[in-house]
């Protein structure tokens, strides 16, 4: 049972984080628990009408903090730099359908060209889509990877490379998400989040938990209050700037997906209103 003293209205959960349940089962769970925020992963909306689901959301009283994910621009292969420009294109209308103003971009990178060039390329597959956000009203935020992921999943891995890719595109459009899993480490945190802030770029804000050790460096993110990341301490830099949007729940974990997802949801309210 919920603790009437914690206080959830900035609570959002991603659908990832309970991916055994169905987005419609999620959404009663999360309401039920006194989760206000759902951040909607595409693979969720599979085979349902958007609209409709948007609307399903917003009747128990979620706001859809944001659809993950777009990006993956790099390619060697200029027919694939396309295609993604493309699907990017498709995930904004997605987004407009559901009604959420924000997608979350995982940029990409391929290891057959150097970061510097894919980073180029994120750049050009941004600013190529960026018309198309701005016309559906829907804001793009980069998320900086950890450098584990600078293979395949991001050329973008620290705040300090978002912050500047989202300044030299400058847009009100484009911002920047931070996830605590991917630059809890990195010592210009606090004044890279100051610095996202000022120029008003801090779109999103993601939590979880890094585990010591890591038995995965994908699937095995921790609950808050069961790592190393000084969640509580991130926060208060982020909220310094003013940000008051959601703290964003996203875990991706082999262990917590096997468990009654009932009981996970309980864990997680009880970490966030202790440990972030
Ligand atoms: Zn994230």
């Not at 009663?28 to 948007?54: C, E, P, Y």
């Not at 940029?107 to 960026?130: F, W, Y």
């Not at 956000?133 to 992921?149: R, S």
């Amino acid at each position: 049972m919920q603790n009437e003293m914690s206080d959830l209205s900035r609570l959002c959960i991603h659908t990832i984080t309970t991916k055994p349940w169905d987005v419609e089962t999620a959404a009663k769970h999360f309401s039920a628990a006194g989760v206000k925020g759902i951040t909607v992963w595409r693979d969720a909306l599979q085979g349902r009408n958007i609209q409709d689901t948007g609307r399903m959301l917003r009747d128990y009283d979620l706001s859809i903090v944001s659809l993950c994910r777009g990006g993956f621009f790099p390619h060697t292969d200029a027919a694939k730099r396309m295609a993604a420009i493309d699907d990017n294109k498709r995930a904004i209308e997605e987004a407009a359908q559901l009604g959420t103003s924000l997608i979350v971009l995982v940029c990409g990178a391929d290891p057959l060209q150097s970061l510097n060039e894919s980073r180029k390329q994120i750049h050009d597959g941004i600013a190529t889509v960026l018309p198309y956000a701005a016309a559906a009203g829907v804001k793009l935020a980069i998320e900086p990877l950890h450098p584990m992921y600078a293979d395949t999943r991001s050329a973008i891995n620290t705040l300090a490379q978002a912050n500047d890719m989202a300044e030299a595109l400058n847009s009100p459009w484009v911002g920047v998400a931070v996830d605590v899993y991917h630059t809890w480490w990195d010592n210009s945190l606090e004044q890279e989040i100051s610095r996202c802030g000022k120029n008003d770029n801090l779109f999103a804000f993601h939590i979880c938990d890094w585990k010591m050790p890591t038995t995965d460096l994908l699937l095995d993110r921790g609950l808050m209050g069961e790592g190393c990341i000084p969640i509580k301490q991130i926060r208060s830099w982020v909220e310094t700037t003013g940000f008051n949007g959601f703290n964003e729940v996203e875990i991706f974990s082999n262990k917590y997906w096997k468990e009654d997802q009932e009981l996970f949801l309980k864990k997680i309210v009880k970490a966030y209103a202790e440990h972030s």
